[in-house]
């Protein structure tokens, strides 16, 4: 990416609350320039933020903030695309159809819809880092997450193919699962089931968001040009 | 938007692409670009979309999507020759501007 002494341009998605508004503010702390979005209002005050309250389903309002990032940034560096959503934990008999639609429409073809715009900002630059935000329920398969975990491993082939296709345009793509974070999402999930859950994992706990950061770090660095296509898991899954 | 300033916008296009890259691509409506006999493979139709897409932003102030629905769906794919681009990115401007 760029030196040090120039601030790179990074969106992340979901920047409201949890890993992306941690992340947002890491790159804040290093002299970036953030942009972030979610539903609601921003939460991050900074000369260098700046928010988009949208739904990343909605292709307009994803538009209107590329046409925005174009004019004002002229280029994006980094993309994060870490909203995601959790709609209903039950077993899939149980599962409404609504719910089943509208964690696909977030996770994996808003995904989509946005990596296709940032990609054409970044070819031209030849140059660019795109993370997505998988979780490990996509290998731990576990019962009554059957739609959460069918969009994070979706998420995971569309990044193996994506990064294929971009190589050549000096764009990475990877997937980053952490291990369970204390987020409001993980908060959602039954904690005695979810420790049984990470009992599984090497190691048997909840991550941290510094591990989170610390990867993506590694990821997103100039020299990890030749990392591209992976999904890496923390915690050990 | 009429035809002739449409393909002026892709022939600036074409000259940045050109500057860039061995081979080159010759300004004419005939010209083949994507599909059989075409002379880009799917990295420079990438890359041609993306400096279109980008010239018309800057001189028209309309942003448009060349790899929409329409172009997918149409038997007789829109990036087949310069021509056939050309009516397509022209119909996407005029729509642009008749939604302003």
Do not use: W
Request: charged share 25%; aromatic share 6%; net charge negative.
């Amino acid at each position: 990416m760029k030196s040090k002494l120039e601030p790179r341009v990074v969106l992340i998605t979901g920047t409201s609350r949890g890993i992306g508004r941690y992340l947002a503010n890491h790159f804040l702390s290093k002299g970036d320039y953030v942009i972030g979005c979610s539903r609601t209002a921003g939460t991050i005050s900074s000369e260098r933020y700046k928010h988009y309250s949208l739904e990343i389903t909605d292709d307009t309002s994803i538009l209107l903030m590329f046409s925005d990032i174009r004019k004002e940034f002229k280029r994006l560096d980094i993309l994060i695309n870490n909203a995601a959503i959790n709609p209903d934990i039950a077993f899939s008999v149980l599962v409404c159809s609504d719910a089943i639609h509208r964690a696909f429409e977030t996770n994996i073809i808003a995904v989509m819809k946005i990596c296709k715009e940032a990609v054409k900002m970044m070819v031209r630059k030849k140059k660019g880092r795109i993370i997505n935000i998988s979780s490990m329920a996509a290998k731990l398969e576990v019962p009554g997450e059957s739609v959460y975990t069918a969009t994070k491993v979706a998420l995971n082939s569309y990044t193996k193919v994506l990064a294929k296709e971009v190589n050549a345009f000096g764009i990475t793509v990877n997937g980053v699962a952490p291990s369970a974070i204390k987020t409001d999402l993980s908060a959602r999930i039954d904690q005695d089931a979810l420790m049984d859950v990470l009992a599984r994992n090497a190691i048997p706990d909840f991550g941290e968001m510094e591990d989170v950061v610390n990867l993506i770090d590694f990821l997103v660095d100039d020299r990890s040009h030749a990392v591209t296509g992976q999904t890496i898991y923390l915690g050990g899954v | 938007m009429n035809s002739n300033e449409t393909l002026l916008i892709i022939y600036k296009a074409i000259d940045i692409l050109n500057e860039e890259q061995e081979e080159k691509i010759i300004k004419s409506p005939e010209t083949r670009l994507f599909g059989s006999k075409g002379l880009l493979d799917s990295i420079g139709l990438v890359n041609l979309i993306t400096v279109i897409e980008e010239i018309v932003e800057t001189e028209t102030g309309h942003y448009i999507t060349i790899a929409n629905e329409k172009a997918m769906l149409d038997t007789s794919s829109p990036f087949k020759s310069i021509e056939t681009l050309n009516k397509h990115i022209m119909e996407l401007i005029n729509e642009n501007e008749k939604q302003a």
